[in-house]
């Protein structure tokens, strides 16, 4: 059994390849370089930022409806969306009308990220990464808050860096 093949099944469900320039997801030796994360400034009916994280094989994503905030203080929603292929993170062209997600993606910011110690993971609803990007950077929580509705998290700054 193939974990990664399974965690994309949605994002190729979505998706006509022939339709698409979006990468398959089905290749095989794909050059991670560490932990990447991006973000991805998607002009969709409604324009949103995708942040995915590079954790098990795959981009773990969010799609937040505001800005990533730059500094401490502005708390976004940020909706769990399907898992991506790891060669999404280059990914940047406009997606035709008619197709899953239609508009144009342009990389807004990519780096790498840590785990904090203290990290919970996300199984558990909880994580602080230190994210090295060209505009991100520092400390970062995204949580899980109980009493929000499924998939939705919340995505932050830390004062601590
Ligand atoms: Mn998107």
Request: avoid cysteine; proline fraction near 4%; charge should be positive.
């Amino acid at each position: 059994m193939n974990k990664k093949i399974n965690s994309l099944s949605r994002y190729q469900q979505k998706r006509d390849f022939n339709q698409t320039d979006e990468p398959t997801g089905s290749e095989k030796a794909f050059d991670t370089a560490g932990n990447i994360f991006v973000v991805q400034k998607h002009a969709a009916k409604n324009l949103h930022y995708d942040f995915r994280l590079a954790i098990d094989g795959v981009l773990k994503s969010w799609a937040l409806p505001k800005r990533p905030p730059l500094s401490s203080g502005l708390k976004r929603l940020a909706v769990r969306t399907e898992d991506h292929p790891l060669e999404y993170s280059r990914f940047e062209g406009t997606i035709p009308a008619g197709q899953y997600g239609a508009g144009k993606v342009e990389i807004w910011d990519r780096g790498h990220f840590r785990f904090a110690k203290e990290s919970r993971g996300l199984e558990r609803g909880e994580l602080k990464i230190i994210l090295t990007g060209s505009k991100l950077k520092g400390q970062y929580i995204l949580i899980r808050p109980k009493d929000f509705k499924k998939g939705q998290w919340l995505f932050f700054k830390t004062e601590k860096h």
